[in-house]
């Protein structure tokens, strides 16, 4: 994960790092920062409730109003229990706990499905939410709608805006 010096220049991560899929955490580390998600994207037995985990084929560190973001390029993977959010680009921002998501968005869990253009994740909250184009699949009903709020607490689905 890039991040910034005093003097706000971007650092660059060992290539190796770079190659496949990147764990948040690992790179993190690699980066000399601490990090705010337990597990290290290796196999592990199924996720806990709160296990979170993010990968991505590519990521580097920027700062966006002050706050360093890590930025996710292609094939973007978010796990929190048994949530799982994949998108083509995204933004974590480790100090809010917040992953902002474009491009093909879907949550999974259990067997229902949403999809949309874009959304984000809001870790402190458990809360999923998807923008534009949104269309939920579960077992005997499909819904679209303009945006879906997921819970992952609850289970519990908000639709808002031309739902059908």
């Not at 992953?99 to 879907?106: A, I, K």
């Not at 458990?126 to 609850?154: H, K, Q």
Request: some cysteine.
């Amino acid at each position: 994960m890039p991040t910034t010096r005093d003097d706000h220049r971007p650092r660059r991560l060992p290539a190796a790092l770079c190659a496949g899929a990147i764990s948040v955490a690992a790179a993190l580390s690699a980066a000399g920062l601490s990090t705010l998600f337990p597990g290290t994207g290796a196999a592990q037995a199924p996720p806990a409730a709160d296990y979170f985990n993010v990968t991505a084929d590519r990521s580097s560190l920027r700062s966006i109003n002050g706050e360093t973001v890590l930025e996710l390029i292609r094939n973007v993977v978010v796990i929190h229990g048994d949530v799982t959010l994949n998108a083509d680009h995204g933004l974590s921002y480790t100090v809010l706990r917040l992953t902002t998501l474009d491009g093909n968005v879907r949550v999974v869990q259990r067997e229902m499905t949403m999809t949309g253009a874009e959304g984000e994740y809001r870790q402190n909250e458990d809360l999923a939410i998807l923008r534009r184009n949104v269309r939920i699949v579960d077992p005997g009903w499909v819904i679209t709608c303009d945006e879906a709020r997921f819970s992952r607490r609850t289970g519990q689905a908000w639709l808002i805006g031309n739902v059908v």
